[in-house]
Every structure is written in C-alpha cells, then in structure tokens.
C-alpha cells in the first residue's frame, strides 16, 4: 500500500466530515427487520440516524433485514450521539429490547461505525455484568473505523465532545468494550484515516479488514463505489 502523510489525507476528511453533517439534515429511512432478526446499524458521534440510509440501501440489495436506533443524545443534526457512551448503550439496550416487543426479535448482527461499535461492546458488557438485560441477543458485530484502542485528541476534546472521555486510550470503558471482542467478526479499518490512527481500529489481527484509501467516514458518506464496497465486505463477513 503506498503511504500516504497524515497531513495528505486532511482534505478528504474535511470533505468527508461535511458530507457526513448534510447527512444528518435529511429524514431517516424507516427501515424494518425481519420476522426472524435483522442487521442493526449504529452510527457513531456526530451523526443522526439518517446517515446510515445510503448504506441500509445497499446492504438491502444483499437480501439484509436492515433496521437503525433512533438518534442517541444529543439529537440535534452534527451534536447528535456526542453523549457519553454509556448513555448512549443504555439508549441502545432499551431500543434494542423494544425490537423484541414490537416485532418478536430474539437475535440481530450488528455494525457500529466509529464510536457506534464501542455503543455495541459497551452495551453487551452491560449485559454481561449483570448490570442490563435485554430480551435480544447480539450474534456479531462489524465495526467501521471504530477506535476500540482508542483516539488519540480525545483528552483535548473531551471538555465539549462529552463522549471523548470515554475513547481517551486506556480508559476504562475501552477496557469494558475489550471484555466482549468474542462480538467481533470483522473491523474494517480505513486505511487513510486522518482521525482515527488505523492501528486503533482494530483489536486482534485475525479481524482486521483493511479497507485502502478509505477516509474515517467513506464507509457511509463517500463515493458510490466505496459505500458499496462497505455493504459488499459486510454481507460477505455475514454470509
């Protein structure tokens, strides 16, 4: 792969951060699951629901049941889902547990771009330590760009990002969210991420996915051809 300089790769994320906000100012899909389970698709900070539609779309075409969780705190458009990431999995948990009410769900896959993998791991140690429960059984999780060792600026904003003090390296919640990696069946990293270092994106080496050239947020808002490689590698890692 040939290196390209951090400094290289900034224009892209301005591009992509600024499709990734006008992503947010549109309605979301009313995506439903299926009888028997679905694909839940979460999206990370700063983004409302809407900004999985291009993506649900796509991985529709596969044969996929896909639904997506109300946007977390905050809701409003670029603040949306900036609140701390256990707000956020306790959101997800009653959400979650709500498909089971509504439409007879007992178990789901799910993606989490960005920091909407840790809301997964997170919500699944819940779970785990008996501090949650939920009727509704999470198989496997693929993360896009998720910082599962973390990121880097997160200490320098964490005083107006409140979810930033949660994905500081070596926090405590990223260790909670390393206690249920068994989730993961594939982390698809973006090669060229100018936010989040590739070598945070990813926890054990047999589930690293490398995706070339692919900008923090490419997986959902960038090109037509990078969102359906996104949507091709998930159902393939499904299938």
């Known amino acids: 792969m040939k290196k390209t300089s951090k400094l290289g790769t900034f224009p892209s994320y301005v591009t992509g951060a600024w499709k990734q906000t ?79 009410k509504l439409y007879g769900i007992r178990e789901v896959d799910v993606v989490g771009h960005s920091n909407g993998g840790l809301i997964a791991l997170l919500a699944q140690d819940l779970i785990d330590s008996q501090e949650r429960t939920c009727r509704v059984r999470m198989n496997r999780l693929i993360t896009l760009a998720s910082p599962l060792r973390g990121f880097p600026g997160a200490r320098a904003l964490s005083p107006v990002l409140p979810c930033c003090r949660d994905i500081a390296p070596g926090s405590s919640t990223l260790r909670r969210t390393a206690r249920a990696r068994r989730l993961l069946a594939g982390c698809l990293v973006a090669g060229g991420d100018f936010l989040i270092p590739p070598g945070n994106q990813f926890l054990d080496p ?8 692919f900008q923090h947020m490419d997986f959902i808002v960038g090109s037509d051809e990078k969102v359906n490689r996104s949507a091709n590698e998930i159902a393939r890692i499904l299938a």
């Open 22 to 100: 006008l992503a947010t100012l549109y309605p979301g899909i009313p995506f439903k699951p299926g009888k028997t389970g679905a694909l839940v698709l979460i999206p990370g900070a700063m983004c409302t629901s809407s900004v999985m539609n291009r993506l649900g779309l796509k991985l529709q075409r596969h044969g996929l049941k896909v639904c997506v969780p109300p946007s977390f705190p905050y809701f409003l458009s670029a603040l949306a889902n900036t609140c701390r990431l256990g707000k956020a999995a306790a959101a997800y948990l009653d959400w979650l547990d709500g498909l089971s």
């Open 206 to 213: 047999g589930r690293r996915i490398l995706m070339e050239n």
